[in-house]
């Protein structure tokens, strides 16, 4: 089932801001991953961040997750035209059964240029 | 690198008949690949877990007579929809886990259904 919410839904910034998107889920989680997907194409693996992991950055991209609160963030700093897409985070659950990911709704960010 | 791929990219097909789309893990095995489908402007939703060899498990709501998963090979996995209505129109993802990996899906460019 759909468990992971996002917000904003979207999300329209300047090229060179910072773009912050949120993202919570419900079950224990593994990990949880971001992806960008570009209008009606397939999805690009951003970064993991692990259960035991509270930050994590890949190039301009910084990943938090509070498992307590059951959420996680995405940072995309200096932001570039080339950064407009969606973004969903997705879970990996730690319970057993079938371990597909778990979507969240997704973010649409706009980067006016 | 992991590449997945995916034929057709798009098909468009006539109500009551069966399309099938490949999955193909082109540098690296497969034991798992999951089937994802994605509604316009939604989310992608999670459909069924392809294990090679074995029968797929299916996600709750998920028909398993009307979308068969065939995964033969350690490379290669098919969803078939069968005969298919306009609300099956989708665009349906597939990704592929390394045999031995327990984390990172690598996903395919997806397949666009459209159903006339």
């Known amino acids: 089932s759909q468990q992971g919410e996002e917000d904003p839904q979207a999300l329209s910034i300047q090229e060179g801001e910072n773009a912050t998107m949120n993202c919570s889920y419900k079950t224990s989680i593994n990990n949880l991953q971001w992806y960008r997907q570009n209008s009606g194409r397939g999805l690009v693996h951003l970064i993991l961040?692990?259960?035991?992991?509270r930050e994590k950055h890949s190039g301009r991209l910084r990943v938090t997750l509070d498992t307590s609160k059951k959420s996680s963030s995405l940072l995309i700093t200096a932001s570039r035209a080339a950064d407009t897409a969606s973004y969903f985070c997705?879970?990996?659950?730690?319970?057993?059964?079938?371990?597909?990911?778990?979507f969240g709704k997704g973010t649409h960010l706009i980067i006016q240029p | 690198g992991a590449v997945v791929s995916q034929h057709p990219s798009r098909v468009i097909c006539k109500s009551g008949t069966s399309v099938k789309i490949e999955c193909r893990s082109l540098?690296?095995?497969?034991?798992?690949m999951f089937w994802y489908r994605q509604f316009p402007k939604q989310s992608l939703m999670l459909m069924a877990t392809?294990?090679?060899?074995?029968?797929?498990?299916?996600e709750q709501g998920v028909e398993k007579d009307k979308f068969l998963i065939n995964h033969a090979s350690l490379t290669l996995s098919t969803l078939t929809v069968t005969s298919a209505h306009p609300e099956d129109s989708s665009f349906y993802i597939c990704s592929a886990r390394k045999s031995g990996g327990r984390e990172t899906q690598y996903f395919g460019p997806g397949t666009r259904l459209l159903v006339l």
């Open positions: 961040i692990r259960s035991n992991e």
């Open positions: 392809s294990n090679e060899g074995s029968k797929a498990t299916y």
């Open positions: 540098d690296f095995q497969a034991t798992t």
């Open positions: 997705a879970s990996a659950s730690s319970g057993g059964g079938a371990d597909g990911l778990t």
